[in-house]
């Protein structure tokens, strides 16, 4: 195959498919790294926002409803990415055009610059907090040199082979770590729990505000916004089934996990700083240590992606160079913005990104041969355009309109039975 779309070179690693010898992810490398990549303080900090609108149970039932959907769509892309051999943008081109397709590609870049800088803010933050729980970092300058720090650790990552760094690092290092830290975390917190009346804490009633299906969006956030990424790191696993099962396995049992201990933090240790009330906990100073250094993968995991999707745009710089410019832009964003408002800008980039995927799955899944659609797309695709510019403008229309129905589940429904009929035969 001499080009992997008609006006692409070889050269481009993202547009053409990953040949066989290179996919070596089982389905426990899959999972391994998912549910690292699922477990992080962000995450928590989404489960604490659900308190106090929402009563114990109902948070609950929102946690696992919108955990399970969302991993399981982590997963459908995973099957599609590994089928196919194709990264994200190698999807995106298949379904909206090769010329169009830079715009949904280009969003993906600037939504992982902001999921990279938010990441590197927050292991700033933390480590500070940690440090200075431990009597150290009083000086003002620690924040820039923490920032820079893991800024450093990211592009020392970046540099390094993904696929090492997977089956070597996460799987068999930072898992065991990080599962520890949560299993102490969360025992902790239950012991608070029944302390202060654990009966009384699950009958909570919320105080109003948010609905069942309004909170699924909230949860169904996280996982989304992981969508343009999966199929970066799927593509390189050896069996589309397993892609399927060990990314929702993995992705789902860290997002219940994490944002459930978010809301257990939130009822039995009110605080604006999840971090400082993570370190109130008996061993929270080592547990929350641990939980950082995991967070590194997050931020790797933006990188990367943002990397193979910039060099689909710009093939003439390798992978991993962008890795690097984009991991030293990321350092610099968190250097300068302040990062706050957290829940708008997951909700903003759901509503981009859950229609673009339905259409996507609409149009790709159960039974299309991928890489022969990639092969023969056009300039632009002009009803998957239409639908995907629809599908933003229903996202943004139903909590108007119909509040208590959500906005994420009924576009990507929309979208997905809409491209799906009108697929071309």
Not at 230 to 247: F, M, N, P
């Amino acid at each position: 195959m001499s080009t992997a779309v008609s006006s692409q070179p070889t050269s481009n690693e993202a547009l053409a498919p990953l040949p066989a010898s290179q996919r070596v992810f089982g389905w426990h490398d899959h999972a391994s790294l998912w549910f690292s990549l699922g477990v992080g303080l962000l995450v928590m900090q989404m489960g604490a926002y659900l308190m106090p609108a929402m009563g114990t149970q109902q948070a609950l039932l929102a946690i696992v409803a919108g955990s399970v959907i969302g991993a399981g769509l982590l997963g459908w892309v995973a099957k599609l990415a590994c089928d196919s051999g194709l990264a994200s943008a190698g999807l995106m081109h298949a379904v909206y055009g090769r010329h169009f397709a830079g715009l949904p590609i280009v969003l993906n870049i600037v939504q992982l610059l902001g999921w990279g800088t938010f990441e590197l803010v927050v292991m700033r933050d933390a480590t500070v907090a940690i440090g200075r729980q431990s009597g150290a970092m009083a000086a003002s300058g620690w924040p820039v040199a923490a920032t820079l720090l893991w800024g450093g650790v990211v592009a020392l990552l970046i540099s390094g082979s993904m696929v090492q760094l997977v089956r070597r690092l996460i799987a068999r290092v930072a898992l065991p770590l990080v599962v520890l830290s949560l299993l102490w975390l969360t025992w902790q917190f239950l012991s608070m729990a029944n302390a202060q009346g654990l009966q009384q804490i699950w009958q909570r009633q919320g105080e109003g505000g948010l609905g069942v299906l309004p909170a699924l969006d909230l949860v169904i956030a996280m996982p989304i916004s992981w969508l343009p990424l999966v199929a970066d790191y799927a593509r390189h696993g050896k069996r589309g089934a397993s892609a399927l099962r060990g990314t929702w396995l993995g992705y789902a049992l860290a997002n219940i996990w994490c944002y459930s201990l978010g809301v257990l933090v939130a009822l039995t240790l009110p605080s604006q700083d999840l971090v400082t009330a993570l370190l109130l906990a008996q061993g929270g100073l080592i547990a929350l240590s641990l939980i950082l250094i995991d967070e590194v993968d997050n931020a790797y995991g933006d990188a990367y992606s943002g990397a193979v999707s910039a060099h689909s745009l710009w093939p003439r710089l390798s992978v991993r160079t962008w890795g690097l410019l984009v991991a030293a832009l990321s350092t610099v964003l968190a250097l300068l913005l302040p990062m706050h408002s957290l829940e708008p800008f997951l909700l903003l980039l759901s509503s981009v990104f859950v229609p673009l995927f339905g259409v996507i799955l609409g149009r790709l899944a159960l039974g299309v041969d991928i890489p022969a659609a990639l092969q023969r797309t056009a300039s632009v695709h002009w009803v998957p355009v239409g639908l995907w510019l629809g599908g933003v403008a229903l996202f943004h229309l139903l909590p108007k309109y119909l509040p208590g129905w959500g906005a994420a589940l009924p576009t990507l429904a929309v979208c997905f039975v809409l491209a799906r009929l009108t697929r071309p035969r």
